[in-house]
């Protein structure tokens, strides 16, 4: 793969200078986007309101919307019991609507992996989107089947809040759509990289949780990704250094991070933040590291697709994520 060019055409850049051109010339049919079914396969939804708004925004980007029955279902944390959160998934691949988009994260995808029947998710052909706990899905699903998956907007945090992040809407259904080919996003701090691989991951602390089970994909020469919330850098720093005993991330082309958020630094850190994460991650794994992904627990994100052939190339101050070659 040739590096690509900074070129606006080719889709989104994501920074401060952000350029968006929506012009696309493809010859090969785009798959279906045209419906999206909502469903809570993890946590409880908190407030309603915000599910029917993120429907009506979901409606006005030309997407039909259908809540799953037991999407705003309650017992204790989860949204309703591990029978109903199962059955929401069954439910989903049968209807008829291409797309099936959780509501929410939060906690409880882990219980139901050794439950789900993975061989009906895959052939339904759905393209399930998801983000943070929905992580065990996408990798389930993808060690399980080979199938491709995304990781990206949710219901309730990217369209049910006051106000919908242009970009996150544009590269959803960009991705939906199969109209987006390469997304080059602005980084600081990127090591020289061009390579190939699949692309996997999602939130660290999900994927690490992962290790040891069936769940986790056994991917050699990927592309990782990772984000998470609420994680000071010390426990993420414990985290990387699982997966890099365990032997994986030095099985990868490159590690990209994306935003890791919302935790405090402590007075006695003394200067230990994330960047000195990812400088002992550089010296220790000796795989390119690219930071600056836009994805995690923040308003501007892209949606992924976990399992596909992707393409990743850096020069200076940009990263390419190349995610359809048809072209090049």
Known sequence: MSTPTHDHDHGPTCGDDCGHDHSHDHAHSLPDARGIYL???????????????????????????????????????????????????????????????????????????????????????????GLSDFTAFNLGLLAKTGAVSYSGATAVADFGGKKVDDLTEALFGEVMRGELEILSFETQDADAVDARGILWGGNLAMVTSLIGTPYMPKIRGGILFL???????????????????????AKQK??????????????HDKGYDLHEVVAWLRKTVKVPVITGLPYGHVATKATLPIGQKVGIATEKGLAHLVLDEHHH
């Open 39 to 129: 469903i809570s396969p993890s946590s409880a939804v908190r407030d309603p309101a915000t599910v029917e708004l993120a429907r009506e925004r979901l409606q006005q980007q030309g997407f039909k919307t259908a809540l799953d029955r037991t999407a705003l279902a309650e017992h204790q944390r989860f949204a309703g019991t591990d029978a109903q959160r199962l059955a929401c998934l069954t439910r989903a691949t049968k209807q008829k609507l291409p797309i099936v988009m959780v509501t929410r994260g939060g906690y409880g995808m882990g219980r139901l992996l050794d439950q789900i029947d993975w061989k009906a998710m895959a052939d339904s052909g759905k393209r399930f989107v």
């Open 227 to 249: 984000e998470d919330v609420a994680e000071h850098p010390y426990r993420v720093e414990r985290m990387l250094i699982q997966l890099w005993q365990a032997g994986i991330l």
């Open 254 to 267: 490159a590690i990209v991070l994306g935003r890791f958020t919302d935790y405090k630094l402590a007075p």
